[in-house]
């Protein structure tokens, strides 16, 4: 964005500009916030002599609304001088171009600045991904590993979860719906599914015989435990995330069955999230492959049978038959995990 009162300066800016960004010249700072409540400019042009709000005037109020306050600005005037330039640095301008300038000058220094926040962005959203990363991790470990420090499920709940994803993509089963998915954060987001476990006492979690019928209701409350941990991460991130829209329905979901018996809504079939019956086939699946306090692991064979003898009861007819062609992968990803 462009923003100068002086029409000489805006016919030179698109003469120079438009061949190689998408422009968008203004006349005065009045017009320009206007604008800015459509579009958001990757960098702007700012005249500091100017008729209304000048230079200044705009540049503290872009830097005050949270919606603009990240966009760099570089002031553009006719006034030299020390003070000028000192003035709009402290105000939060990133450079400083004096009129009349230079058209090698003015896209040098515009590309400059762009590739600069280009990189800057790119290493944010790296950090912040590692961040994600973090503590999901830690997050998973202190749901999953607690009582059970020799349980590795975690890492393998996501192997499974992406050979039933690739499966179902290759063979066109469900692909109107997972098509659009964001298939690595829903991989990830499906390992918090059982985070809601951190508010079920040790004495249930890790009881040697089987719970009673008061416990197991209590062991159930850990789907709607894990919605609302991920409800206020959602509510103190403010914006929308897509990985905890996944991480939402894999939690409160992943215990419902095809045929209706399960909880804690008992949805039934294809009323159930599509994310649900994956979670709930891989979940389960992966629980009897890992030790717990009132019974062995069985092996991966006798685990396949279990989940084909579930289709139609617990589990999605369909999602069991793309099971049945992945099942070498699925002992693959078993046996690299205990072999690590």
């Not at 990240?70 to 006719?78: A, D, G, H, N, Q």
């Not at 004495?203 to 409800?231: C, Q, V």
Request: net charge negative.
């Amino acid at each position: 964005m462009l923003i100068d009162d002086d029409e000489v300066c805006l016919a030179m800016g698109r003469e120079i500009l438009e061949a190689r960004y998408t422009l968008y010249p203004v006349p005065s700072g009045e017009q320009a916030f206007q604008i800015l409540q459509k579009i958001t400019p990757d960098l702007i042009l700012l005249d500091i002599e100017m008729p209304g709000m000048d230079g200044y005037e705009v540049l503290r109020k872009l830097k005050h609304e949270n919606s603009t306050k990240e966009i760099p600005v570089i002031f553009l005037t006719s006034s030299s001088g020390p003070g000028n330039e000192l003035d709009a640095l402290r105000l939060g301008a990133i450079d400083f171009i004096a009129k009349p300038f230079s058209p090698i000058l003015l896209v040098q220094r515009i590309e400059n600045h762009l590739l600069m926040r280009s990189q800057g962005k790119e290493l944010a959203n790296s950090k912040a991904k590692k961040l994600q990363k973090a503590i999901l991790n830690t997050f998973c470990e202190l749901a999953e590993f607690r009582g059970k420090p020799n349980y590795e499920g975690t890492g393998r709940v996501s192997e499974y979860m992406r050979i039933m994803l690739e499966a179902m993509l290759k063979q066109g089963l469900y692909s109107d719906q997972i098509g659009s998915w964001d298939l690595e954060a829903f991989v990830d987001a499906a390992r918090m599914h059982d985070i809601g476990k951190i508010y079920i006492s040790d004495a249930i979690l890790n009881k040697p015989d089987r719970l009673s019928d008061a416990e197991f209701d209590e062991i159930k409350k850990h789907t709607n435990y894990g919605l609302e941990i991920i409800n206020r991460i959602q509510q103190q991130l403010g914006d929308a995330c897509t990985f905890l829209d996944y991480a939402a329905v894999c939690t409160e979901s992943h215990h419902e069955r095809w045929d209706g018996k399960g909880y804690p809504k008992r949805q039934k079939g294809e009323g159930i999230p599509i994310a649900g019956r994956l979670m709930a086939l891989v979940d389960v699946y992966d629980a009897l492959l890992s030790p717990r306090p009132y019974r062995k692991q069985v092996n991966p064979n006798e685990a396949a049978s279990e989940i084909i003898r579930g289709s139609g009861t617990s589990f999605d007819p369909a999602l069991v038959e793309v099971f049945k062609t992945v099942l070498d992968e699925f002992t693959k990803a078993v046996n690299k995990t205990i072999c690590n």
